[in-house]
Nanobody, 130 residues
Framework: QVQLVESGGGLVQAGGSLRLSCTASGRTIGTFGWFRQAPGKEREFTAAVTWTLSGASGGTTRYADSVKGRFTISGDNAKRMVYLEMNSLESEDTAVYYC????????????????????WGQGTRVTVSS
């Protein structure tokens, strides 16, 4: 059984930065994703990284349009860790951020689909004050 543990959330002023971390225990991970859920809204895709045999050693990444250029996902599947560096934070980024993972690499075309992920963390809250 895989367990995901997130950390790094907190309160930050608009324009500030936070770094979220997620560690997986139990087995090697092929794909990590970050999703977020703002108050009163549905959970939405934020970023993902997948490691394929033919892909770059750093993994293939994908981002939601709303965070491109501001957020960076990185990770080490051998160490079963993933990070989400969040810069230029906006009040609209306020949400609970969830780490998700699956044991296999995924096609970039499906990285944004929640049902592709088998394992989910409990979430870490990010609050951006304006």
């Amino acid at each position: 059984q895989v367990q995901l543990v997130e950390s790094g959330g907190g309160l930050v002023q608009a324009g500030g930065s936070l770094r979220l971390s997620c560690t997986a225990s139990g087995r090697t991970i092929g794909t990590f994703g970050w999703f977020r859920q703002a108050p009163g809204k549905e959970r939405e895709f934020t970023a993902a990284v997948t490691w394929t045999l033919s892909g770059a050693s750093g993994g293939t990444t994908r981002y939601a349009d709303s965070v491109k250029g501001r957020f960076t996902i990185s990770g080490d599947n051998a160490k079963r860790m993933v990070y989400l560096e969040m810069n230029s934070l906006e009040s609209e980024d306020t949400a609970v951020y969830y780490c998700a993972a699956v044991a296999v690499p995924l096609s970039p075309h499906v990285l944004a689909l929640p049902f592709q992920y088998t394992y989910w963390g409990q979430g870490t809250r990010v609050t951006v004050s304006s």
